[in-house]
């Protein structure tokens, strides 16, 4: 069965997981087994941590979005290094090389809509139903390919590396997708 994942709720719960382990005034205490037990008046509320297909599209959306910042202006980044590695590093480097080598760069985004297609210890599958919305400008900023809400199907490959989610492949799709 195949487990929906929204990258929303994932990074919600990124930042509840987060705040609550960043905020040292509060009257939380760490059970021992992973989770974090919040009193607050009458209340007790435990937050248990993201899983490995929360951490994997958290991780996938983030590559996106260094991505892009990579791309304006382009140039190669260490965030990229530390959200892609293998294959989808050595991609990404040279589409943003060739940005560069151009003189071109790029604004936009990417939101995912993955659903998760497998799960082992070390790494997670998922399955993306991309929407971009970008344009690329030349060295004198005229328009050389706008990009609106262009859907791209992707199978991606997400691995922990020393307690790290990385992108490490990425594998664009022919058949059609519908975002979530």
Request: glycine content about 8%.
């Amino acid at each position: 069965m195949t487990t929906r994942v929204q990258v929303t709720a994932t990074a919600a719960a990124l930042v509840l997981v987060l705040t609550a382990g960043a905020c040292g005034d509060d009257d939380s205490t760490d059970t021992g087994d992973g989770t974090t037990t919040t009193e607050a008046e009458d209340s007790t509320t435990t937050t248990a941590p993201p899983t490995p297909e929360e951490l994997a599209a958290a991780a996938y959306q983030a590559s996106w979005d260094a991505t892009f910042r990579a791309l304006n202006p382009a140039q190669e980044t260490e965030e990229l290094r530390q959200l892609l590695t293998g294959e989808a590093l050595s991609e990404t480097l040279n589409i943003v090389n060739g940005i560069a080598r151009d003189g071109h760069r790029v604004e936009g985004s990417v939101k995912t809509s993955t659903s998760v297609v497998s799960v082992t210890g070390t790494q997670v599958v998922l399955d993306d139903c991309a929407v971009e919305n970008s344009v690329e400008y030349d060295g004198a900023g005229q328009v050389v390919d706008p990009a609106e809400n262009v859907t791209t199907h992707y199978t991606v490959t997400v691995v922990n590396e020393g307690g790290t989610w990385k992108v490490s492949d990425f594998e664009r799709l022919e058949e059609p997708c519908t975002p979530q």
